[in-house]
């Protein structure tokens, strides 16, 4: 399967825990975008790399949220001290940087409990 | 504010008869529209799109249709089928799609047997 990939699908933590996601793009998509989803509302965007560089963070991302994509490939989302707001689906894309036009492809997603 | 806005939050519809999903928008700056299929505990699914150059564009069962002047799109499924079934999101981007998605909130459509 050559799609997007996150791990792990669920997470169940401890109010005050640090918790780190990864997503695995398509290979050889330069773009990967982090968003969040919560019921009843559609995906929110946080933040996105065109390769390794952080081009793009949403006022959504506070100082607790930290993302890094250190060669360009995979992607991590580390939240620190998490709150129970802070439970919800955290979707990771990926599309191909053309001149225009390039769809988002998703992951399967990354389901944060925080109790 | 909500630049995207889906204003019917469920649609139901027997197989075989169309479905209409509508999606507006306030942000004149969007330039590409996109509509994704969500079926519970999956990520979205690209389904269609289409560019602010084009008023139509169509694949299979499903067409866009885009009104730039009243900021308005529709998403046209004929037949509709029972695996159908899904939330369905309206999505825009800016600067030629080269810019983060917005969503809507979402329509979910159930296509009765």
Redesign the interface.
């Given at each position: 399967d050559t799609g997007v990939s996150q791990n792990p699908r669920h997470k169940i933590t401890k109010r005050g825990q640090n918790v780190t996601f990864r997503c695995d793009p398509i290979s050889e998509h330069n773009r990967l975008y982090w968003y969040r989803q919560t019921l009843g509302q559609g995906p929110e965007f946080l933040t996105y790399f065109q390769n390794e560089a952080q081009l793009e963070k949403s006022r959504l991302l506070s100082d607790r949220f930290s993302a890094e994509r250190p060669k360009g490939s995979f992607s991590t989302l580390e939240i620190q001290r998490t709150e129970q707001g802070d439970s919800a689906m955290y979707l990771c894309a990926s599309s191909q940087l053309q001149a225009s036009y390039n769809e988002q492809f998703f992951g399967p997603g990354t389901r944060l409990t925080v109790l | 504010d909500q630049q995207?806005k889906q204003n019917s939050p469920s649609l139901s519809v027997q197989e075989g008869r169309i479905s209409i999903l509508n999606c507006d928008y306030t942000n004149s700056m969007f330039d590409?529209f996109?509509w994704?299929k969500k079926y519970p505990?999956?990520?979205?699914?690209?389904l269609i799109?289409i560019?602010s150059i084009k008023d139509k564009n169509e694949d299979g069962r499903f067409t866009v249709f885009l009104n730039k002047s009243a900021k308005h799109l529709s998403l046209h499924i004929v037949p509709s089928q029972p695996g159908d079934s899904a939330v369905y999101?309206c999505?825009a981007s800016s600067n030629?799609?080269?810019t983060?998605?917005?969503?809507?909130?979402?329509t979910r459509l159930s296509v009765i047997a």
């Open positions: - | 995207v590409y996109l994704y505990a999956e990520g979205p699914t690209f799109s560019s999101f999505a030629s799609g080269n983060p998605l917005v969503f809507g909130k979402g």
